[in-house]
């Protein structure tokens, strides 16, 4: 049954930068057994994911996020996916997806927006997902005439204002939430994921926002030369629609800085009357776009603007571009990035550039991580995907997912890392142990009568225990590593 909530909107000057929901209603709920058949529908299988323990429920919200500038509110939609009855409070993880152009095509839809993935890991690790819609597409505002494609401003907040209106939707639904928040997302969800995370620490947000840990995979975060520069070379690119998505958006997000540059004459015929229409509809996917444009993206663009654009270092759209480039801060929250070398579509050194200026800035957690030369750009969303939630895994704190209400405290163990026993500090009963890897699958669970655990079965790596005495009323929490 549907629920609809609809929330009174105060718009006063402290109010603006807030998340303002309007209203959400529940889509689906997912049981595990629902959840076992979409695996199987989805050919997920060699995911390899934890057992599903308890159902899902996905929800759509409205909202109210800024658009162009801070009080320029509009409305945005987006899913969030909340597993019920978790034994510890749940950590948000904000997941940006990749590239659309279909407005339907959207996470709250259920139908695109690589809605599954965000389902998937509600399900299988126990995190509530945000998932945006991102402005202009899902249930759009009107007032967006084109979803602002790698506009980092508007992509920020929308992520901001998604997980603020799912913290109200968890208070109404009285779902506990630990303050963790994960941001992940793929392609041009790597971008958002990176604009996020600098919004949130450049904005002075992170004690609202306690960033555990960020995972942008295989994105454009150099705006200002590497993507670019690959969308305008003369060779053929894979998704030659990517170049006019990014023209046609700044022009409505910069109309005074490219005032000079009028959409009639950026593109040659036949794309000055077939391209606007496919993008401002939000009818047509990016598919479907990428196959009537030319294979050479350069080739659809007035020669004239092209060369203005290639010698002008200081072009009216190279400057809307420096206002979205990721590569000039340095993160203090872990962070790290996935990628592929052979990515034909956002260039891997978009990946090892961000790396390299960030380290070189002053970052002090940031990895990288380079998947391979043989996984293209949609071969390497999967493990991409896969080594993200194994780094999140490592920096969050609760792991339950069966249902209890029982207060939970952390506890040591010794030595650690082990090699064939551990001992528990403090215990004074028989207790009950469950261990899962970093990937959230339980592969132990035994009874503890005298504080000391055998791990000489366990292979190398680090694993996390929840662990229950007798006649006591708390779960103790922990991890460990074994190194043999």
């Known amino acids: 049954m549907k629920r609809i909530i609809t929330c009174f909107i105060f718009l006063t000057a402290t109010l603006i930068v807030n998340a303002q929901m309007i209203q959400y209603e529940l889509l689906q709920t997912y049981t595990p057994a629902d959840l076992d058949q979409l695996v199987i529908d989805f050919g997920l299988e060699e995911i390899n994911l934890p057992a599903f323990e308890h159902n899902v429920e996905a929800y759509k919200v409205l909202y109210n996020t800024p658009y162009k500038h801070i009080d320029s509110l509009v409305q945005a939609s987006g899913a969030v996916f909340i597993p019920r009855g978790a034994s510890c409070p749940l950590p948000i993880a904000n997941y940006g997806h990749g590239t659309q152009t279909k407005r339907e095509n959207a996470s709250s839809s259920l139908n695109g927006g690589q809605w599954e993935v965000s389902l998937m890991i509600a399900g299988a690790y126990g995190y509530m997902v945000t998932s945006p819609d991102y402005l202009g597409l899902g249930d759009a505002d009107p007032r967006v005439k084109i979803h602002p494609y790698t506009h980092a401003f508007s992509q920020g907040h929308t992520s901001l204002n998604m997980m603020r209106s799912a913290r109200e939707l968890a208070s109404i639904l009285e779902e506990d939430l630990n303050g963790e928040i994960f941001l992940y997302g793929y392609s041009h969800g790597g971008f958002t994921t990176v604009a996020t995370h600098r919004m949130i620490e450049e904005e002075g947000l992170t004690d609202e926002f306690h960033i555990a840990a960020s995972a942008p995979m295989s994105g454009p975060y150099d705006l200002i030369d590497a993507q670019v520069e690959l969308m305008i070379s003369e060779e053929e690119y894979a998704t030659p629609g990517y170049l006019p998505y990014i023209i046609l958006s700044y022009k409505e997000m910069f109309p005074e800085l490219l005032a000079d540059i009028s959409i009639d004459d950026v593109f040659v015929p036949p794309y000055d009357t077939l391209l606007p229409p496919l993008f401002y509809s939000g009818d047509y996917g990016i598919g479907y776009i990428n196959g009537v444009c030319e294979p050479v993206p350069r080739d659809m663009i007035n020669p004239q603007i092209m060369a203005d654009f290639e010698n002008d270092p200081n072009h009216p759209l190279r400057q809307a571009l420096a206002e979205s480039h990721m590569l000039d801060w340095a993160p203090q929250a872990p962070i790290k990035l996935f990628y592929c070398s052979g990515d034909e579509q956002v260039t891997y050194l978009n990946s090892e550039l961000a790396y390299d200026s960030w380290v070189a800035n002053g ?122």
Do not use: M
């Not at 261990?435 to 655990?453: E, W």
């Open 363 to 484: 970052a002090p957690n940031v990895e990288k991580a380079n998947l391979g030369a043989e996984l293209d750009h949609n071969g390497c969303a999967e493990q991409a995907f896969f080594w993200g939630l194994f780094y999140f895994q490592n920096h969050r704190t609760c792991f339950g997912v069966n249902n209890n209400d029982l207060v939970r405290e952390r506890i040591d163990v010794f030595p650690n890392p082990a090699n064939n026993e551990i001992r528990f500090e403090g215990l004074t009963n028989q207790a009950e142990i469950r261990i899962s890897n970093v990937t959230g699958q339980r592969i132990l669970s035994v009874r503890l009568p005298d504080g000391v655990l055998d791990v000489s079965s366990l292979e190398n790596g680090i694993y996390f225990f929840e662990l229950k005495q007798q006649n006591e009323d708390k779960i103790r929490i922990g991890k460990f590593s074994i190194i043999k």
